[in-house]
């Protein structure tokens, strides 16, 4: 079947065998109408035969009946063979009759009446026997000169009476003229002029009867009408079978298993079903002008072939290209539409949204306009559709400001650090819908950078610490072995000066990579964080104990202020604990010796604010934020013992903490501030 | 008596160097690289104290810590590098006694190991009575007054005493400064609470070994003080 579909051979036999069955379709059907048009099965052959004899022995009945109205007599009327008479007058009394009373097929009876004309004198008006009425010129009658004219050419004019009327018949081919006081009377003289002629064709028919070729005909229809029946089936069923595999093989070609489309399918559709339809139209003319038999055969049937073809093409394209999947594509009228969709979406797009809704809000005051216009002038039917527009008109408006809502709170949910949050692109148009991927990209982007960022400051703390992890083997034998040679004697001065050195700067070093450690730990948040009650008036007396001594020896003198009542925040000891210990360090180290340094507590509107303020025993020239930056020291602190970590260590953890740190420098006077945000 | 440590890291020159400090002390000393040696080292000799190191090739000082403790319950100072709380906790866990970070001061090594020492022969079953409370190494004898770390007398003065016995008849309690200047000083504190700090950082510096990190007194910042071991 494959290879059928491919070959074209095939399918020029299918198309000739497919006019072939069209014509037997169209002939047997024809067949099959003449035969079972006359019910041939309820009435039988007698009515198929009657329908078959009936019209030529009704035409030679006429031609009789007409001759003997026009005078000719009975007897002398034409005779044909195999048809026998009766003439009956219009008082039922036989005029002639040569029916023998032999068997019959037929009997036919027509009533003739004969030319005539009829006319009353009182109404002027004429009738003739064909129905014809016309209105004649009054005859004009003088009161004065009742003498009618001579030259009148009514006859029946004779006694001209202005009360009575008369009605006058006259038979037209005898001239027998009668007059009667009324119309019915008249009528029934005539009536009785009528013939009736009967016809009777014989069952058997004589040699070279006038009848013997219907007779035959019909006596053969009749014997066929079932192959007619049978054949009409076949014919159709074969016809639709051969179609179904045409539409099956269209757009099959050998050698491929793809479908080609042909010459054909390049008209785009609807112009092609035009043509298909302008071709059937042509085609129609000869059938629609009628012809009478037998040139209707040489028309009818090639014109008949031809508007079959026509469909048979159009149906085979139709085919191919639903095949493609070209139809709708392949419809000019699409694809005009599909241009003028797309043009208008693109100017509509690219329009500025300022436009955008300019353009809608003036074609509604248009449309607005409009119906107001209209409102003045007709009442109920617009004030409908006016209904209707305001309500598509609110729809747009609510559908825009359901939009924005999305929008705003999808931009909400991402400002606030929602990244997972997608705002929904379905059901938006327009301006909302590249809105909405705007953002989602953002989103997206955000994503990226801060999961970037924090692979990176990961990879940053990991990196610190097993570089650190690393550092302190090594210096862990430079530390023993130093040690090792400061207890080997005898040494030189030099020696033991060198050894102190590096004994001090090895210890210096452990505590850089500690504090290393630690400031990269703290900014990450790569610490845990175990927040809890912490009353910091405590923190303060035990910061007091710790570093008292220390102070004293530094020559520094500590002033506590704080309140009496417990003051109590949300912090990790430890961590706090470590920000005491770093800022206090500092100060050891870096305040002027013999000054006073103050460590107060205040508890403000919300939040308990620990101050450290001493005086720096060098001028400080930097800027507050340069001290908190990683190991950023003041230029002339940079000889002296620290590492500069402790402030960012400090910072971060208070801000591990949700508190703040904050540094001021006011000359000489170097001010902490920590600040815990209360409740 | 000599005792005999095990010292086993991959660090050939941290090995050496403390090969000279605990036999300057007196030890014998063997060496291993790794923790399999060692642990066959444990196996041949009879070893009083193991230092060992956490990250090594070959076996791990963790992994070899607990195949250790399956079979010896021989004290052990794990050495790392290593400074994060939860890598001592862990180390902790798995067995070991004490722990020292690198890089270690070797006069605190050698009082740690002196310390474990100590504990591990001498202490190991002593006789406990009524009045003597001990907390990991500290023990306080009530009714002599004495205060001894590691069996080692330690002197202090009368509120130092006060002040660790209230906190050695409580262990784990948090005491308030002022709760504790209250009991010990049984007066009002008014403004003298860091008074108490400067007593537990003195009562700190004459029980603990390290006393920034201390094992014993610890300083619960903003809170108050507390006893307790580890």
């Not at chain 1, 703290?522 to 008292?548: F, H, K, M, R, W």
Request: contains cysteine.
């Amino acid at each position: 079947m494959k290879k059928l579909y491919g070959s074209f051979a095939a399918k020029l036999i299918a198309v000739i065998l497919l006019c072939v069955l069209a014509l037997g379709f169209t002939l047997s059907f024809i067949g099959t109408v003449q035969v079972y048009g006359g019910n041939v099965f309820s009435s039988g052959y007698q009515s198929f035969l009657y329908r078959m004899v009936g019209n030529k022995a009704e035409g030679m009945i006429n031609e009789i009946g007409w001759s003997i109205t026009r005078g000719t007599k009975p007897e002398n009327a034409s005779h044909y063979s195999g048809l026998q008479i009766r003439v009956l007058d219009g008082r039922g009394q036989e005029l002639y009759s040569d029916f023998e009373g032999a068997e019959i097929i037929l009997e036919i009876t027509r009533s003739f009446s004969p030319d005539y004309s009829l006319y009353s004198v009182g109404e002027n008006e004429y009738e003739f026997s064909d129905g014809e009425t016309t209105v004649a010129p009054r005859p004009t009658f003088a009161p004065a000169t009742p003498t009618p004219s001579a030259a009148s050419d009514m006859p029946a004019t004779e006694e001209p009476e202005e009360t009575e009327e008369v009605w006058v018949v006259s038979l037209l081919p005898s001239g027998e003229t009668q007059q009667f006081p009324s119309e019915g009377e008249a009528r029934d003289w005539l009536r009785q002029h009528e013939i009736t002629v009967t016809g009777y064709v014989l069952a058997e028919q004589p040699e070279q009867s006038a009848f013997e070729t219907q007779i035959y005909q019909a006596q053969l229809l009749y014997s066929w009408r079932h192959d007619f029946l049978w054949c009409a089936i076949l014919c159709f069923l074969l016809g639709i079978l051969v179609f179904i595999f045409l539409l099956c093989a269209a757009g099959h070609r050998k050698g491929t298993e793809k479908i080609v489309p042909s010459y054909v399918e390049k008209i785009p559709f609807d112009v092609f079903t035009l043509l298909i339809i302008a071709a059937i139209a042509i085609f129609m003319t000869p059938i629609l002008a009628g012809f009478d038999w037998p040139e209707i055969l040489f028309a009818l049937i090639p014109c008949i072939l031809l508007i079959g073809l026509s469909f048979l093409l159009w149906c085979l394209s139709f085919a191919v290209r639903v095949k493609l999947g070209t139809l709708w594509s392949g419809c000019l009228l699409v694809r005009f539409f599909r241009w003028l969709r797309r043009g208008v979406t693109a100017v509509f797009r690219n329009l500025p949204i300022l436009w955008k809704w300019g353009l809608g809000l003036a074609a509604a005051a248009f449309i607005d306009l409009i119906f107001r216009m209209n409102a003045v002038w007709s009442q109920n039917r617009t004030a409908f559709f006016w209904l209707l527009f305001w309500l598509l008109i609110a729809g747009v408006t609510l559908y825009a400001v359901l939009a924005f809502r999305r929008l705003r709170l999808g931009a909400k949910e991402i400002a606030s650090g929602n990244m997972n949050y997608s705002i929904d692109e379905k059901n938006l148009v327009l301006d909302f819908n590249d809105h909405a991927h705007d953002l989602n990209h953002i989103r997206d982007g955000l994503n990226e950078a801060v999961e970037q960022r924090m692979k990176s400051e990961r990879f940053r703390t990991e990196l610190i610490t097993n570089v650190s992890h690393d550092i302190k083997t090594p210096l862990t034998s430079i530390v023993n072995y130093v040690d090792l040679l400061q207890k080997e004697e005898p040494k030189t001065e030099k020696q033991q000066e060198y050894l102190e050195v590096l004994s001090r700067q090895s210890a210096k070093l452990k505590k850089l990579i500690e504090d290393l450690i630690e400031a990269s730990k703290a900014s990450t948040g790569n610490l845990s964080v175990d927040l809890q009650p912490c009353d910091l008036s405590i923190l303060l007396d035990q910061t007091a104990g710790e570093y008292g001594e220390k102070l004293e020896n530094a020559g520094l003198e500590l002033v506590l202020q704080k309140p009496e009542t417990p003051v109590t925040v949300q912090a990790d000891g430890r961590h706090l604990w470590r920000v005491f210990d770093n800022l206090l360090n500092n100060i050891v180290k870096y305040a002027m010796p013999g000054t006073r340094v103050y460590l107060s507590l205040q508890e403000q509107a919300g939040e308990a604010r620990v101050t450290f303020r001493n005086i720096s025993r060098e001028p400080l020239n930097l800027s507050a934020q340069e001290l908190t930056e990683r190991f950023v020291q003041g230029d002339a602190s940079r000889h002296s013992d620290g590492n500069g970590l402790g402030l960012a260590i400090a910072m971060s953890l208070m801000k591990l903490q949700k508190g703040d740190l904050e540094i001021e420098v006011d000359g000489d006077l170097f001010k902490v501030s920590l600040r815990f945000p209360k409740g | 008596m000599s005792y005999n440590i095990l010292i086993c890291d991959d660090e050939k020159d941290i090995v050496s160097a403390l090969k000279i400090y605990l036999e300057a002390e007196g030890y014998r000393t063997f060496a291993a690289a790794n923790g399999r040696e060692a642990l066959a080292i444990l196996d041949r000799e009879d070893i009083h104290l193991v230092l060992l190191d956490i990250m090594m090739p070959v076996m791990d000082g963790v992994s070899a810590l607990a195949k250790l403790r399956e079979f010896s319950n021989v004290p052990v100072i794990l050495l790392t590098a290593k400074s994060e709380d939860t890598d001592k906790v862990l180390g902790l866990n798995v067995g070991a006694d004490d722990y020292v970070t690198k890089p270690f001061n070797p006069v605190e090594l050698q009082a740690r190991v002196r310390s474990q020492l100590r504990r591990y022969l001498h202490l190991g079953g002593g006789a406990v009575r009524e009045s003597v409370i001990s907390i990991g190494a500290v023990t306080l004898d009530d009714g002599s007054k004495t205060v001894s770390v590691d069996g080692e007398p330690v002197s202090l003065t009368p509120r130092e005493y006060e002040i660790l016995k209230l906190l050695m008849q409580n262990p784990g309690r948090v005491f308030h400064p002022r709760d504790l200047y209250r009991k010990v000083w049984n007066e009002e504190p008014y403004g003298a609470e860091s008074t108490v700090a400067v007593h537990i950082r003195h009562l700190r510096e004459k029980l603990e070994i390290d006393p920034a990190n201390p094992r014993y007194i610890k300083a619960v910042w903003g809170q108050g003080y507390k006893i307790s071991e580890k």
